[in-house]
């Protein structure tokens, strides 16, 4: 049986996830999740109370399949040669290109970090989640989140960290809700 790992975004900024480019990524931030999350496992952000869109708890901004996990050092590897659009460019017209979540360039010894929205203070978090999950099997709904129904409302976790042992039970009706949602 899959693990469904739920946790809040506080706000989405198109970094964590990265939705674009056809190819949804979890690569920076959640690093508990990243480290524990397996091929078939879902991964689900709902917002929170204090979004800047409103209140937008108990509703879904983002879910995914994971259909891939690779190393943090194999996912920037992979970007620059295939997806070079998940690098940031901090001055693109693209607010896509901006917010590319491969923002540490595994070239050098000590990772170095790509210019971009994250900093020096966001680098043990991210770099201890050590993986990045991907999925090409995802919906991703962004400032227009999706209300759960009432009996997936147990899955919502507000604040810091996450919920998935407690999720055990919704798996396979979250599943068959998100994709009724087509």
């Given at each position: 049986?899959?693990?469904?790992?739920?946790?809040?975004?506080?706000?989405?900024?198109?970094?964590?996830?990265?939705?674009?480019?056809?190819?949804?990524?979890?690569?920076?931030?959640?690093?508990?999740?990243?480290?524990?999350?397996?091929?078939?496992?879902?991964?689900?952000?709902?917002?929170s109370v204090n979004s800047?869109?409103?209140?937008?708890?108990?509703?879904?901004?983002?879910?995914?399949?994971?259909?891939?996990?690779?190393?943090?050092?194999?996912?920037d590897r992979f970007t620059?040669?295939?997806?070079?659009?998940?690098?940031?460019?901090?001055?693109?017209?693209?607010?896509?290109?901006?917010?590319?979540?491969?923002?540490?360039?595994?070239?050098?010894?000590?990772?170095?970090?790509?210019?971009?929205?994250?900093?020096e203070k966001d680098r043990?978090?991210?770099?201890?989640?050590?993986?990045?999950?991907?999925?090409?099997?995802?919906?991703?709904?962004?400032?227009?989140?999706?209300?759960?129904?009432?009996?997936?409302?147990?899955?919502?976790?507000?604040?810091?960290?996450?919920?998935?042992?407690?999720?055990?039970?919704?798996?396979?009706?979250?599943?068959?809700?998100?994709?009724?949602?087509?």
């Open positions: 049986m899959s693990t469904l790992f739920s946790y809040c975004i506080p706000i989405d900024g198109g970094g964590a996830p990265n939705p674009f480019w056809g190819l949804c990524t979890l690569a920076i931030c959640k690093p508990r999740i990243r480290r524990s999350a397996k091929e078939g496992d879902w991964v689900v952000g709902t917002g800047p869109v409103g209140d937008v708890s108990g509703k879904v901004v983002y879910a995914m399949r994971v259909t891939q996990k690779m190393t943090m050092e194999d996912y620059q040669s295939e997806l070079p659009r998940k690098i940031p460019l901090v001055h693109s017209a693209d607010p896509r290109r901006r917010c590319g979540d491969s923002i540490y360039d595994f070239s050098t010894l000590a990772p170095s970090l790509r210019p971009g929205w994250h900093c043990s978090a991210d770099l201890s989640g050590g993986w990045v999950l991907l999925s090409n099997h995802f919906f991703y709904f962004g400032d227009k989140p999706v209300a759960l129904p009432e009996a997936l409302l147990g899955i919502v976790k507000q604040g810091r960290g996450h919920r998935s042992s407690s999720n055990t039970p919704y798996v396979d009706d979250f599943v068959c809700w998100i994709h009724s949602l087509g």
